[in-house]
């Protein structure tokens, strides 16, 4: 199987949307009855697909496979992710430290790193997905399941459930369970749902469906959002949840859209793999970027949102990129910040 180009620019738009989705974010907390609040909505609204997006591309990539080697899998993405997690969380960590000089032990470090930044969540959840990525394919593919893997699944959930159990447990230890949460498991739907997309045939005419219905629902989505907020008299989330239906038909739309061009004649296939080897550093790093222009005054409030958010998603994504390519030209550091 040749380089799936269409899972690439999933990627890049799935990053994207993540972007803009915490740019318009830091100007959502204000009165819903206010005429900017709309554009926050309508924003926040238009990108509610980005993290679903990613696990569905985990989906296409990895079920799509023959054969499956669970060690191999649990070395090379498992703990890779688990690896990023520390050290950007770490990361993070320090650079509020460092804002903000506190008497901080250890202690308390080593507690914020596992609290984590509130976008390196996402490297959590995909870890637990992945733990179930193997059965999932062995499911799909009718193969035999090691009972060994699942026996180790079953022996960590025992561990943590009796481990919770005891009196007066160490805040740092108490902090690690709870990073083990397993309602995550039901956005796996979305994984196998992205293997099943990516397995279709599309018809002439999906492209222009994808987009008609994807306008249509998230302006939907967004004028029954700002009805309900105004009702409670303060922003809701009411319609942005990863599992509300507005989301799983946006995400199904723009996967879709993407898979039409399976197959497709890539103009530029150099720049489009290396704006999306990319991504990860930008998904890391934008966060950063976007408090630091914050402190220095550049935030949405500049203008009025119709003309700063675009701006200031436009001027993250360039810092970022710029940032990210740098970067891994340094040998240590590239492996932490390239996909």
């Not at 609040?37 to 924003?43: F, I, Q, T």
């Not at 191999?72 to 990023?84: D, E, N, P, S």
């Not at 942005?240 to 197959?263: E, N, P």
Request: net charge positive.
């Amino acid at each position: 199987m040749g380089r799936r180009y269409e899972l690439d620019l999933t990627r890049i738009c799935a990053c994207l949307m993540v972007v803009l989705l915490h740019t318009a974010a830091t100007g959502w907390r204000i009165d819903p009855w206010l005429p900017e609040w709309r554009y926050y909505n309508l924003a926040d609204m238009m990108v509610r697909a980005g993290v679903p997006l990613f696990f569905m591309i985990s989906g296409a990539l990895f079920l799509s496979k023959r054969d499956f080697a669970i060690g191999k899998f649990l070395r090379r993405h498992v703990a890779f992710l688990l690896l990023l997690f520390v050290v950007w969380s770490s990361f993070y960590r320090w650079n509020s430290w460092r804002l903000q000089p506190a008497d901080t032990d250890m202690h308390d470090f080593v507690l914020g790193v596992i609290g984590g930044h509130y976008h390196l969540q996402f490297l959590i959840f995909q870890c637990i997905l992945y733990l179930l990525l193997p059965i999932l394919h062995a499911c799909i593919h009718g193969k035999k399941m090691d009972v060994r893997y699942l026996l180790a699944l079953f022996g960590l959930v025992l561990i943590k459930e009796n481990l919770s159990l005891l009196p007066n447990l160490p805040d740092i230890l108490a902090a690690l369970l709870g990073k083990v949460d397993y309602t995550l498991v039901v956005y796996a739907g979305y994984m196998v749902l992205g293997y099943w997309l990516s397995g279709r045939t599309y018809p002439r005419g999906t492209r222009a469906v994808c987009l008609a219905v994807y306008t249509a629902v998230t302006l939907l989505g967004a004028w029954c959002n700002r009805w309900y907020s105004i009702q409670q008299g303060a922003p809701k989330e009411w319609l942005y949840g990863y599992l509300c239906v507005t989301t799983l038909i946006q995400a199904v739309c723009i996967f879709s859209f993407f898979q039409t061009l399976r197959g497709a004649e890539i103009k530029y296939p150099r720049a489009l793999l290396e704006l999306s080897a990319n991504t990860l550093g930008i998904y890391l790093l934008h966060p950063f970027v976007l408090e630091a222009l914050k402190r220095r005054g550049i935030s949405v409030a500049l203008s009025v949102p119709l003309k700063s958010i675009p701006f200031i998603f436009v001027l993250v994504v360039a810092i970022c990129l710029a940032m990210t390519a740098v970067l891994r030209r340094i040998p240590l550091v590239r492996k932490l910040i390239a996909s």
